[in-house]
């Protein structure tokens, strides 16, 4: 099992930045790839931005504005960003593929959910 723990979420205006993070815990291996997903009100969840050990994915929507990383010395994952926009607003969640200790297993697991809320 991994726990996960986020934090960073908040209020800001248009144009300023917040920087969230995300703790893993628990019985793992290593943890393969770190995402950030997000969900608005009334849409879908949707992938924001991952990092795997050899790749890195950012929607179209945050490219240039958002930065993804990972510390796997902590085991912490987070996702910098930049000239929020009040579309931008939504529960942000974190989410990682981790190796699971014998027998060795791949599985996702999700962390709680922070608001990030983008005044215009």
């Known amino acids: 099992q991994v726990q996960l723990v986020e934090s960073g979420g908040g209020l800001v205006q248009a144009g300023e930045s917040l920087r969230l993070s995300c703790a893993a815990s628990?019985?793992?291996?290593?943890?393969?790839?770190w995402g950030w997903y997000r969900q608005a009100p009334g849409k879908e969840r949707e992938l924001v931005a991952s990092?795997?050990?050899?790749?890195?994915f950012y929607a179209d929507s945050v490219k240039g504005r958002f930065t993804i990383s990972r510390d796997d010395a902590k085991n912490t994952g987070s996702l910098q960003m930049n000239s929020l926009k009040p579309e931008d607003t939504a529960v942000y969640y974190c989410?990682?593929?981790?190796?699971?200790?014998?027998?060795?297993?791949?599985?996702?697991?999700w962390g709680q959910g922070t608001q990030v809320t983008v005044s215009s």
């Open positions: 628990g019985s793992f291996v290593t943890i393969n790839t």
């Open positions: 989410n990682v593929e981790a190796t699971t200790r014998w027998p060795y297993r791949e599985r996702d697991y």
């Open positions: 990092v795997s050990r050899s790749s890195m």
